[in-house]
């Protein structure tokens, strides 16, 4: 089995995985640099699964290294990479997914529960299902919440991954426009039922170092 673990040089952070005749599967703009014998080979998917990612957007040419040697995955980043162990199956948020173990499958999710945020056709994420690693992308540390027959409402995007059996639905805050404006708070995230959920509700120091600097210099 291929070894995965995450390097911190100089604050930033990568994702090295050695290959000792093994795979590993990534997302297609995942790589940084890679040494040793090993082919990259990305299959065409099938003509429903090309479709799909045409109007979802999500890359389905998910490229699977093998050999003898080291991938590094990025990009360096100051913000968290964090080693999921997966049985059975879970959606991750879009932009969130690395890389994962040969053994996972990964697909295209079609989130409902957004679906008056997109015109009907509902808003797009990542599913992985099996057993094995995933590795994804967060600004801050993951932090682990077991739900059981419980609610968590999140006002942001920071729920980087959930299981699957977990709901998932935008909600308006409030019952109508004039609750929006009075209350300050627009959409939010509702997750609700029995399973992982997997939140990053603060970025670690160094991203939010950066986002303050972002914020004084303006738009570019």
């Not at 065409?44 to 699977?64: H, I, N, Q, W, Y």
């Not at 994962?100 to 999710?109: H, P, Y």
């Amino acid at each position: 089995m291929a070894e995965i673990e995450i390097v911190d040089n100089e604050g930033l952070k990568m994702v090295k995985v050695t290959l000792n005749g093994d795979s590993i599967r990534s997302e297609s703009d995942a790589l940084h640099y890679m040494q040793g014998n090993i082919e990259m080979k990305t299959k065409a998917p099938s003509v429903g699964g090309f479709l799909k990612s045409m109007v979802s957007g999500e890359d389905v040419f998910r490229p699977v290294y093998t050999g003898a040697g080291d991938v590094f995955f990025g990009p360096p980043t100051f913000g968290e990479y964090k080693i999921i162990e997966l049985e059975g199956e879970m959606v991750i948020d879009q932009g969130a997914y690395i890389c994962s173990d040969f053994s996972i499958e990964v697909g295209v999710f079609r989130n409902k529960g957004m679906a008056m945020l997109a015109g009907g056709e509902g808003i797009f994420q990542t599913s992985v299902k099996g057993s094995g690693r995933v590795v994804v992308h967060s600004q801050g540390p993951v932090q682990v919440v077991d739900m059981v027959n419980d609610v968590i409402t999140v006002d942001g995007n920071f729920a980087v991954a959930r299981d699957a059996s977990l709901n998932f639905e935008t909600k308006l805050l409030g019952k109508g426009m004039l609750s929006k404006v009075a209350g300050g708070e627009g959409f939010v995230n509702i997750i609700s039922g029995t399973g992982r959920l997997y939140l990053a509700p603060v970025p670690n120091r160094l991203m939010s170092v950066m986002g303050a600097i972002r914020s004084i210099r303006g738009p570019e």
